[in-house]
Each structure stands twice: as structure tokens, then as C-alpha cells.
């Protein structure tokens, strides 16, 4: 019954193949064929439509009678119009896919409309807490089950029904432990019609907003949403929007016609159109105020042109588009992310269709929207995107947990009121920044901050040329780093560093305007010229060096930055290695590190070993002692039992695949490994570290049961050989290729037997999903070719890590 609601509407017949691309209206001739084809099914099921007692079947039933002869006749009628007989189809006929598919799922219209029968027995079954049967097509199972059935798990999720379906199609429905409501079974059926519709790109068929509204008046309201999408565009691309949000959908027709308006009917928040000023053009406004004969608009094509009087008789109202409707099938905020998608997809092609009419922000304290105006009306914006794909905008989503997006001059902020007052904060601090400093912290930010001072010598290692090092670090961790804006005429801030003798780093010798006699190195040597220093840098020089500028004095037009050691006292020749007490120098430096707590404290590690790097002893007596209970979810650090020699065994990618199988952090920090996590993940991690040290899995050496899984291929065991890999016996399964799935799951993969190249796997991960994904990763790429490095183009990043695989 769910199979069958989801095809086209019937009072059209689109033509596939055709180069316009038009529908064409159902012929008298071809309407009469479909209503021959319904009789006959009818006929042929009446003992199943007799047998089906409920009023609400018989409406399935119908449904799927009339869906049977649509498909049979839509089929015919696009092979009919193409020339192309049933014995013409082959694999090389360019209309074969769809109308071969539309004559397979219309083959049998009786075993259809029987199935759909059969829907009055969910709903007994369901009061009786029996269990439900279905069948579906074979390539819907096939898609289904890809991925580890990861679209399965997530519609059980959604229904609360489980979903045991086999390759052939036949699919088991069982409610799970704690599903109480009527409507999850028929929910479930609805699922598996929408997942096919997402599939093949198919709209819904009313019975589904039907059936939607049986559900809901059994008391139970199922996790859907409807979006309204103007009708006369291009359908935006929903297998890639509902991959990223970890939802289904499809359209399901059109919304309501706009209200009729008689002629100077105007109200407030309509879109018109008026003349503006003396000009003889027409530009679009919104109402502000109506008036006797006069209306107060806002112009919407620049808000600095300010509010204008206009007159009636010269404005007209602008009409709605006729919109479709968009059900998105998902949890909550997934449902939100994915509307905020379909929103800026909108506003990129009808500019002012979402912003003319700015959404009023939630005050609720849970999940709601905000919306925020950016600084100058976005003048800033390209400081809130930073980079090709918008890096900066999903830093800033990582650090509040937020989902976010810009819609024309506003921020569209989707999470809990926390989360969407820290992004809204956040984001006047990103405008504000100058040159990669902030004055300050905003108290709101305080529990999304970590302020860690830096010692001078490590400035330029941590930095990088153009920030890169600390770019490449916000990546990686999901953070937001600002330094604090240094005081006027440089120096430090005042911030103390372990290990440190505070900032007492100047004192009396050398000042601005003394003579000395600096270093120049020529081919034939060294050579030593007078010269005057013109300022002490506040910045240090490559190896964290005071630095100073000069000028020479047998040529005054050239002036050098030299570094202390390069300078010596004129006639006495002594070296030079302070500078005079009254001048700045550059000093520590904080760096605000903005981020969720656990990428804030692997930001810290990591740049803790950076400085670790050229001023050894810095940490050496730093406490990263676990603080709060053992084993508890608070976030902590402790150092990791395995000697150096045998942390000398575990590559670094190795450690950092353990380390985000078990939601922790690591760095290397002198000599020391330290992990940062809740003591239970930093327990998992060091037994995790203990198997890629020894580089196998012994039975003695397993974790805690339940995480591991074996990944299967077609036998019992997933065994890598040639008749596995793809053209030429290649193994698709390179050390490239399972560490690219070792990443995209968060898992670790071992081999069971390292001996044997192609043996059996071995996945390990507390994650039951994340072990089911990356052993149906592993079945599909074990037939791919791998492919090389070089040719990988870098896509944008997605906010999760679900693969939708349309």
C-alpha cells in the first residue's frame, strides 16, 4: 500500500525523453486505455477489496488501482512516444530506466492492489501487538541496505518500528520495545514509500498528507515538516540537501492558491509595487502603515533609502507564487538544518523571498530560530565566510553547536537559546576582529573560551606563515583562535607562561637612536658597519630573537632588521643581547581559543607541544593529573601509560585514528603523551592504543564485548581477493582506502591475521552505527578501483558525516 501512493498525479502524464521537457495532457485515447487497465485490475482483486473490511483500506485500495494503471500507462506512453517497442528496449535505450522501471513496478497491478488490501490487516496486527509484513522492489532493498543500513536505522528511529528487510525485498515490521502509539507501523509503511519517492526522485500522492493526518488524530505526531517551495523553480537538489541533514524528502503537490484581493486591499507586510519619487519605474516595496489614501512603504531593493509615502492608486499588490509542498521526514533539528538549506537555496535564486519577510526570533529555550542583522548591513561578510566552501561560517557553527547560514544581510541561527545567543555573540566578535586580534572576551563566550598565554619564542611556530599553522589547527579541532589585542606601542599583555621568568626579558643596553656597529655577511665574509637603530620590533625574528631596525650609516638610504646577536657596541666590540627597560618588547601573548570543551582542551595540547618545540621545560612540570571523579563524563587529561619506545611503534595517524574512534584528543607534549577526554573514553583510548601497537587483535587482547564487529562480505568472513577487487585483480581495499574509512566512521580497522594480506577484518568502535557504516563502506569499496590521491577534488565539508549515496 505504501509502495504504490508515491506516483505522479493523475490528471497528467509527463512524456519522458521529451526535448522541451513539457507535459503532455493524457490523450482521450490513452485516458480510456488507463481506465481499461484500472477496471481489469479492480476486477481481478475483487475478492481482495471484498475481503478488506475498513473504509480507510478501501481508499488505499483505490489508490493503488488507479497508481497501478498510471504506472502501466505511463510506461506504455513513453515508450509509444519514443518509437520503441518492447522488443526494442535495451540496455542502450536512453528512456529505459525510467519507463522500464515504470513498467516493472506496473507488471502487477492485481499483486498491488492486493498488497494494498492488505493494509487493514497493519492496523489489527498493530492493536494486537502483532507484526506487520511488506514487500518492496529489489533496488529499493538494495538502497536501503547500503551503508550498513544506516537509512534503515535511521527510519526506525523516526517510527520506533524495526525494519527487517531482506534482500529480495520483504521487509518485517516490528514494533521496538517502548512504541506504544497506533500509528508507528502505517508511519513505517509511509517510510518506506518516501525513501522510494527520495529515491527515483518521485512526488507523493495526497494519500500520504492524507494518511499523515490519520496518524496525527490517533494522538501521536510524527517527526515531518512541510516547507512551502515557490512552484515555477528549478526543484532543488534533495538527495544532496537530505544527505547532509540525515532526512528523507520529497514534494507531495501544490499549497493553497494565494487569497483573491479586491483591487486596493492593502495591508500590512505585503509585497507591492511603486513608483519611486518622480521617477516612471516601478520598484518593489513592503507596507509598513496604510493609510486613508496613501501607503508607507520600505523599499526593498537598498535599506538605506528610507521609508516613503506612496500613493494608492499607483501601487499594486504583488501576487504570491503558487508554492509546492516539501515534506521532510527527520529529527527536529536535522528537520530545521535541512530547512535552513532549502531557505538559502531560495534566496540565492529569488533574492528577497525569504529576507523581505525576516522570520520573528524564538525565545524558547530550546530548539528555535534566530535572526540576526549583520554589521553594516553584511559589509563584513567576508569575514564571517573566510576561504572557498565558508570555513569560517562552520567554525563558527562547530565552537556554539549551532547550525548557521547567511541569507542576504542577515545570519540565520538554528539551536537551543544558549546556542544561538553564543553564535549571535560570536559573530559581532568575528566582525569586530582586527587583524586576528579582540580586545576582549564577551562574558557569554567565557564557558566557550580557554585563554592560553604564549611565550615569545614560540610566536612564529605557532603562527606559521599567514596564520596557516593555526588555520590548519582550527580545522582539525573544530576551534576559533583570536590573540588579545597587544597594548599600544607593542609588548605583551601581560600574561605569565610556565616556565617563564614573567616578562622581564628587557633590560638596560641598547635604546632607540644609539649608534652600534651591526653584522653584514658578503661572499667574501663577514663584515661589521655603524649604524643607528631606528626601533625595537615588537615582533619577534625566526628563532624568537629580539629584533631591531637600523640604518647604515655609510648609506642612509638603506635600512636592515637585525637581530640581537647580529649588533655589538661600537669600539669596544661587546656583544649586545638586551634592550633598554624603557621600551616594549614583545612579551607572552594570550590566544582566546573559542570551542566546545573538548576540542578547546586538544587545541591546548597541541599547541602546548608547538611550544614545547623551541623552548623545552616549558610544561615539564605542568600537572595534567585527571581532576573530578574517575571514569565520570567530565573532560580532563591524564598521561598515557605506554613507555616512549612504545609510543615510537604507533604512527601519529594511528594514535589520531584511536583517538577520534573513542572521542578524545592527543598530542605529544616534551616527552609525554597526553590524552584529553572523560575517563572513560581516555580508558578506551589507551586499551585502543594497546591493539595498533601491537598491530593485531589476539583473542586475550579484544575490548569490552560488543565492539567489535566483523566485517562480512559474501561469506562469512570479509575476505579481500581478487575476484573481489576491481579491473585486473587490483585489491580495491589499499591502506589509502581503509584509512579513509578508518576517518569517515571514526573507527579502527585491524586485520585478524597480519600475516595474511587479504584476510579477515576486524572494525572497532564503542559506536554501533559507526561499526555497521564502516563495514558496509568496506563491503562497496572492496569492487571500487582506488583512486589516486592526485585526482581527488576537494568537496565542501558537510556538517555531519552521513553519506546519502542517491
Not at 539 to 548: L, N, S
Request: proline share 5%; charged share 25%; net charge negative.
Amino acid at each position: 500500500a505504501a509502495d504504490v501512493a508515491f506516483a505522479s498525479a493523475p490528471d497528467q502524464v509527463e512524456a519522458d525523453g521529451d526535448a522541451e521537457g513539457e507535459e503532455a495532457d493524457v490523450s482521450s485515447d490513452v485516458a480510456a486505455a488507463v481506465a481499461d487497465v484500472v477496471a481489469q485490475a479492480a476486477a481481478e482483486a475483487g475478492g481482495a477489496v471484498a475481503a478488506s473490511p475498513g473504509a480507510f483500506v478501501e481508499d488505499v485500495v483505490g489508490e493503488a488501482e488507479a497508481a497501478a494503471g498510471l504506472a502501466a500507462a505511463k510506461a506504455e506512453l513513453a515508450m509509444t512516444d519514443q518509437g520503441v517497442g518492447e522488443a526494442d528496449m535495451t540496455d542502450d535505450t536512453p528512456i529505459k530506466d525510467e519507463a522500464g522501471q515504470l513498467a516493472e513496478e506496473a507488471a502487477d497491478p492485481v499483486g498491488e492492489a492486493q498488497a494494498a488490501a492488505e493494509g487493514d490487516e497493519a492496523g489489527a496486527a498493530q492493536e494486537t501487538g502483532e507484526d506487520e509484513s511488506e514487500e518492496i522492489g529489489r533496488q529499493d532493498a538494495e538502497w536501503l541496505l547500503a551503508d550498513g543500513r544506516s537509512r534503515l536505522r535511521l527510519m526506525a528511529s523516526w517510527s520506533g518500528v524495526s525494519f527487517n528487510l531482506s534482500p529480495e525485498g520483504r521487509v518485517k515490521l516490528e514494533g521496538m520495545e517502548g512504541t506504544t502509539h497506533f500509528g508507528a507501523i502505517l508511519f513505517a509503511e509511509l517510510l518506506l514509500g518516501m525513501a522510494r519517492a527520495c529515491r527515483l526522485g518521485f512526488d507523493l500522492a495526497p494519500l500520504f498528507a492524507d494518511t499523515l493526518t490519520e496518524i496525527e488524530q490517533s494522538g501521536w505526531t510524527p517527526p515531518v515538516s512541510v516547507i512551502e517551495v515557490p512552484s515555477k523553480e528549478a526543484r532543488p537538489p534533495l538527495a544532496v540537501f537530505c544527505g547532509q541533514t540525515q532526512t528523507f524528502a520529497a514534494f507531495g503537490g501544490q499549497s493553497e492558491p494565494p487569497e483573491q484581493r479586491a483591487p486596493g486591499d492593502f495591508r500590512v507586510n505585503d509585497l507591492v509595487e511603486a513608483k519611486y519619487g518622480k521617477k516612471d519605474r516601478y520598484f518593489e516595496a513592503k507596507v509598513l502603515k496604510v493609510m486613508d489614501d496613501a501607503l508607507l512603504v520600505k523599499w526593498t531593493y537598498d535599506d538605506d533609502v528610507p521609508p516613503a509615502e506612496v500613493p494608492k492608486e499607483s501601487t499594486t499588490v504583488k501576487v504570491p507564487p503558487l508554492t509546492d509542498k516539501l515534506f521532510v521526514v527527520g529529527t527536529e533539528r536535522d528537520r530545521m538544518r535541512f530547512e535552513l538549506q532549502i531557505l538559502k537555496w531560495i534566496e540565492d535564486r529569488i533574492p528577497g523571498y525569504v529576507t523581505n519577510f525576516v522570520r520573528d526570533s524564538d525565545g524558547c529555550e530550546g530548539l528555535g530560530w534566530t535572526v540576526v542583522p549583520l554589521v553594516d548591513q553584511g559589509a563584513h561578510k567576508a569575514k564571517l565566510t573566510g576561504g572557498t566552501h565558508g570555513e569560517m561560517r562552520q567554525k563558527i557553527a562547530k565552537v556554539c553547536g549551532s547550525q548557521l547560514d547567511y541569507l542576504g544581510g542577515y545570519a540565520y541561527v538554528i539551536g537551543t537559546l544558549k546556542e544561538r545567543t553564543c553564535t549571535a555573540t560570536l559573530l559581532d566578535l568575528v566582525q569586530a576582529e582586527r587583524g586576528g586580534a579582540v580586545e576582549s572576551v564577551p562574558k557569554s563566550l567565557d564557558s566557550l573560551c580557554t585563554h592560553l598565554p604564549l611565550p615569545m619564542e614560540a610566536m612564529n611556530l605557532v603562527m606559521g606563515s599567514k596564520q596557516d599553522t593555526l588555520s590548519a589547527l582550527e580545522e582539525e579541532t573544530g576551534t576559533l583562535m583570536f590573540w588579545a589585542a597587544a597594548p599600544e606601542g607593542g609588548g605583551g599583555d601581560g600574561a605569565a607562561v610556565p616556565g617563564a621568568a614573567g616578562t622581564d626579558d628587557a633590560a638596560a643596553a641598547v635604546r632607540k637612536g644609539d649608534m652600534i656597529e651591526g653584522k653584514y655577511s658578503t661572499r667574501k665574509g663577514v663584515r661589521w658597519f655603524e649604524a643607528h637603530i631606528l626601533a625595537i620590533l615588537p615582533v619577534p625574528g625566526k628563532d624568537g630573537e629580539q629584533m631591531v631596525k637600523v640604518r647604515w650609516d655609510y648609506d642612509e638610504t638603506q635600512v636592515s632588521d637585525l637581530p640581537l646577536s647580529s649588533i655589538r657596541t661600537v669600539g669596544t666590540q661587546l656583544p649586545i643581547t638586551k634592550v633598554a627597560d624603557d621600551v616594549q618588547v614583545q612579551g607572552p601573548r594570550t590566544l582566546f581559543i573559542f570551542g566546545q570543551e573538548l576540542p578547546r582542551k586538544c587545541a591546548e595540547l597541541r599547541l602546548m607541544g608547538l611550544v614545547e618545540s623551541v623552548r623545552p621545560g616549558t610544561y615539564e612540570n605542568f600537572d595534567f593529573a585527571p581532576k573530578g571523579e574517575d571514569g565520570g563524563s567530565e573532560v580532563s587529561t591524564e598521561v598515557c601509560a605506554f613507555t616512549e619506545e612504545e609510543l615510537g611503534k604507533c604512527p601519529e595517524q594511528r594514535r589520531k585514528a584511536a583517538a577520534a574512534a573513542t572521542n578524545c584528543g592527543c598530542a605529544i607534549v616534551g616527552s609525554r603523551c597526553i590524552i584529553a577526554g572523560s575517563g572513560e573514553d581516555r580508558a578506551r583510548y589507551q586499551e585502543y592504543l594497546r591493539l595498533v601497537i601491537a598491530a593485531a587483535v589476539p583473542a586475550s587482547s579484544r575490548p569490552a564485548a560488543g565492539e567489535v564487529a566483523i566485517a562480512q562480505g559474501e561469506s562469512a568472513r570479509f575476505e579481500r581477493s581478487s575476484a573481489a577487487a576491481a579491473d585486473g585483480g587490483e585489491d580495491g581495499l589499499t591502506a589509502d582506502v581503509i584509512a579513509g574509512i578508518e576517518a569517515e566512521t571514526k573507527t579502527l580497522i585491524f586485520s585478524e591475521d597480519p600475516s595474511q594480506a587479504r584476510g579477515a577484518l576486524i572494525v572497532v568502535s564503542p559506536v554501533e552505527d559507526a561499526r555497521h557504516r564502516a563495514v558496509g563502506l568496506l563491503e562497496r569499496k572492496q569492487h571500487e578501483r582506488p583512486v589516486s590521491k592526485t585526482k581527488v577534488v576537494p568537496q565542501e565539508e558537510d556538517d555531519d558525516d552521513f553519506d546519502y549515496g542517491a
